[in-house]
């Protein structure tokens, strides 16, 4: 009988937390779980032998290896041989609340979901309570009463596409559009993946709890991405957006939205990095002109378009009128994007 979830777990170089991570795993208070620790070909002896351990102490836990390296490459193995109806992600310095999987299994298994999605907190790592990174309302979207447009602006452009470790998928939905990670994106790719499963998702939804743990550390892969990769990773995504969009008749609005969120998230990129603001500006208008979005920037800023987006994605009209200043600057190039941000960083963020 197979399981009801399959967990995969990348194992990389994380020995110092993986106890944590493993423990919150066999301490799920859904028992029918399989878990799959699969090594990353760099991954160090240490981390192999405390995989080992939890494996002789748990009959769950089973251990793969194969001759791949990278996060996408060695989630791809764990989608081969995982067996549960859903299929969740949980990265090896991360840990997760006991009632994650039960809870994401029984929303989404009863209401036939292909997608269930949770919240996420953040562990800063200097013993302050958790902070609530993401929280989602309790919701459901189907394609049988909601257009094919608004179901992606809901969920491919919204922050709920950003991360695959607070979601569950339905493993036949995964085989069945035969989607994995893209194995050449070393950044994003994450939402690279969530972009395919959402563009041809039947049904998706979220409950309001906040059950992964993020942990905050320095010297994670986020903080570690090579930038001379990073116009390369963005081109890979433009290019998937592009493919997402070919599903509706509205594809350039789709686009004109997508266009934002991936300058945007250059900019974040470059932030978490603590490099210079300048830079950062610089990097996202050399992506509007090497990847020809300045005629989605245009379409962004026609009526409607993004008040819709807005709409359908639950957005506040305070962020709505920030949301449209950055997609004016965007449009206007480096030195208005430059004068937004020093303006936003020095002034809206401050006031909170």
């Known amino acids: 009988m197979r399981p009801k979830v399959s967990i995969i777990v990348p194992i990389y170089n994380t020995e110092k937390y993986l106890p944590r991570c493993l423990d919150s795993l066999r301490n799920q208070t859904l028992n029918d779980l399989e878990i799959l620790l ?41 989608l081969r041989y995982a067996q549960g109806e859903y299929v969740g992600f949980v990265d090896s310095d991360d840990y997760v609340m006991p009632e994650m999987f039960a809870e994401l299994y ?50 491919v452009l919204s922050p709920q596409a950003n991360s695959v470790c607070n979601k569950v998928y339905r493993r036949g939905f995964l085989t069945q559009h035969e989607i994995a990670f893209e194995e050449t994106i070393s950044m994003g ?11 041809v998702a039947h049904s998706a939804g979220s409950i309001c709890q906040a059950y992964y743990v993020y942990f905050n550390r320095p010297g994670s892969m986020m903080y570690t ?21 070919a599903y509706i008749p509205q594809g350039e609005t789709l686009l004109a939205v997508s266009a934002l969120r991936l300058i945007a998230n250059a900019i974040f990129i470059f932030k978490i990095r603590s490099q210079p603001l300048e830079d950062a500006c610089e990097f996202a208008d050399h992506l509007v002109t090497v990847l020809g979005m300045k005629p989605y920037l245009e379409v962004a800023l026609q009526p409607m378009v993004l008040s819709d987006f807005a ?23 480096k030195k208005k994007l430059l004068e937004r941000q020093r303006y936003y960083s020095n002034v809206i963020e401050k006031k909170g």
């Open 38 to 78: 699969v090594m990353d070909q760099c991954t160090s002896e240490e981390s192999y032998r405390i995989s080992e351990e939890y494996c002789k102490k748990d009959s769950r836990m089973m251990i793969w290896s194969e001759n791949v390296r990278g996060a996408s490459a060695v989630r791809n193995v764990g």
């Open 106 to 155: 029984s929303f989404s298994s009863k209401k036939s979901l292909d997608i269930g999605v949770c919240g996420i907190l953040r562990d800063n790592a200097d013993r302050r309570p958790l902070q609530i990174l993401l929280q989602y309302p309790k919701e459901t979207t189907s394609l049988l009463n909601t257009a094919r447009r608004d179901f992606m602006y809901k969920w």
């Open 311 to 333: 709409r359908v994605s639950n957005m506040s009209n305070v962020a709505l009128e920030h949301f449209r200043s950055f997609a004016e600057s965007a449009y206007k190039g």
């Open 225 to 245: 991405i090579n930038t001379a990769d990073s116009l390369r990773d963005f081109k890979l995504r433009w290019e998937g957006l592009q493919q997402c969009a």
């Open 189 to 199: 790719e994450d939402a690279f993946f969530n972009a395919n499963c959402f563009s």
